[in-house]
């Protein structure tokens, strides 16, 4: 079975490591995981790799995070993957820093990438792995705080939540979205 999980951010050195680009950080810690790397290709930079029976192709868009669902789009015709094999790795500003949030449709929640993603391909019901960066601003600095970088605490968390949102991903693979959400929503 082929899967496509799409870690979204921006491209350009000015997002990389900010809490916006969290999806292509965990995109990353999954091709470290699997061994692979990615090659710049149409709609963005693409990593295929192995997990036990699983095909995963990994996408980090080029398109900018408004644009992701083009990118989502083009590689789910290009690789015949269905939207029920698809899972979009996203930060959410309504969890804690770290927190994991799996869910198999719902809203965008006022993200421009999950909103793109569900106009192009119309339809909500695609599976989105959440992770928390937290809401810790002032009013008005909603932005800036997004578009910032994580502080040292976080950062010293780092390592150990990637490895939970890898552990999710490969579960959500070879599990299935059901058994991947017991495990790791409950966390």
Known sequence: MKYLIVGLGNIGAEYDMTRHNIGFRVADAIAARLGVRFETKRYGDVAMGRAKSAQIVLLKPSTYMNLSGEAVRYWMSTEKIPIERVLVIVDDLALPFGALRLKGKGSDAGHNGLKNIAQLLGSQSYARLRF???????????????????SPEEEAQMPERLETFVDASIAFCLEGLASTMNRFNAK
């Open 132 to 150: 928390g960066i937290g809401n810790d601003f002032p009013q008005g600095a909603q932005i800036n705080y997004v578009l910032g970088r994580f």
